[in-house]
């Protein structure tokens, strides 16, 4: 999983006051009023200085009132301090439980292989090495402070500014006029997962469950499956699809891809059923993991983008997931 740094900030205009941010493959969304901005996820500190130096040429002297986080993975929610003069921070609870020293919920199947609380480079190389260009990621030299070798949570979390208040499962913001809804959809990519729901433009900002970073031009395309999904419950995920098609939406703006819309989530979400009750059937005939990836053609979704890469690997996810998830 590589680190968000792309190129430059473009800021397009989606409707009314709506607008995204991004540096090519990953995307914010901004909600521009007259009485200030809220900023869904910063990306990374170069990105964020950047575009506060375009909002403040774009909205003149409108600061930004919020800054809200989709999930606590580096990737997506660095660089806020930048927006600190003037900015609340809000996210899930649970953000707070991932930023208190010990080691968070890791994306890509990067987890404490070692469990001495502390990132070492191979516990970014070995997913990345297994599944290259779709699970782990790159260790990060400049963040390892002390240089010995290893980051330590607080140094993982340096460029993060923690949130300064927090919700459960609901809260709602209202900014110019315009209401914004933040929503936990539930564990699935993340265990601190906001969905930001504009319901005055029907727009839906995510971030990563529903569309991931290999997603393009269409959501028609198998899920990175690292680790059994990301260490969540393939029916948690199921849930938090549900969750988000139960808004009343006509534009999904996510964090990766282009635009998309509900029927999009609606058949993400039946991909996942559609996985789950397959390998499930598989694993009561007492077939093996090799002969599932053998047997297993997954004839439904053989025309998705990452079919030929992903299908074996994405078996695997699900039978490590129903293994374990019971």
């Not at 007259?34 to 403040?56: H, R, S």
């Not at 009132?65 to 580096?74: L, M």
């Not at 459960?168 to 209401?179: C, E, F, K, V």
Request: glycine content about 8%; overall charge negative.
């Amino acid at each position: 999983m590589a680190h968000a740094q792309f190129g430059a900030p473009t800021i397009t205009h989606i409707t009314g006051d709506l607008y995204r941010g991004s540096n090519g493959r990953w995307h914010n969304i901004i909600l521009a009023t007259e009485d200030g901005i809220l900023i869904g996820d910063t990306l990374n500190t170069p990105f964020a200085t950047a575009l506060k130096a375009q909002l403040e040429e774009r909205f003149p002297g409108v600061p930004v009132r919020y800054v809200v986080y989709s999930h606590s993975h580096w990737d997506h929610v660095e660089g806020g301090a930048v927006f600190a003069d003037t900015a609340t921070f809000i996210g899930h609870e649970t953000m707070l439980v991932n930023m208190d020293g010990r080691y968070p919920h890791m994306p890509g199947d990067m987890i404490d292989r070692n469990e001495n609380g502390t990132f070492e480079p191979e516990e970014f190389r070995i997913p990345a090495d297994a599944s290259p260009g779709v699970c782990g990621g790159r260790f990060s030299e400049r963040k390892d402070a002390d240089g010995d070798g290893r980051m330590t949570p607080a140094e993982y979390f340096s460029e993060v500014h923690p949130p300064d208040i927090v919700y459960a499962d609901r809260m709602r913001l209202t900014l110019g006029g315009q209401r914004v809804e933040l929503i936990h959809p539930g564990r699935n990519h993340g265990d601190d997962m906001t969905v930001l729901y504009f319901p005055d433009d029907g727009v839906v900002f995510a971030a990563d469950f529903l569309a991931d970073a290999l997603v393009t031009e269409s959501m028609r395309s198998l899920p990175s499956a690292c680790g059994p999904f990301d260490g969540h419950a393939m029916s948690e995920w199921i849930d938090s699809y549900r969750a988000v098609e139960a808004l009343d939406f006509e534009i999904l703006a996510p964090a990766h891809g282009q635009y998309y819309t509900k029927q999009d989530v609606v058949e993400t979400r039946e991909y996942f059923e559609y996985l789950a009750a397959e390998v499930s059937r598989a694993m009561r005939a007492g077939l093996s993991l090799e002969e599932m990836k053998s047997e297993l053609m997954l004839e439904a979704y053989a025309d998705w983008a990452q079919y030929e890469r992903l299908r074996e690997k994405n078996i695997e996810a699900a039978y490590r997931n129903l293994t374990v998830y019971r």
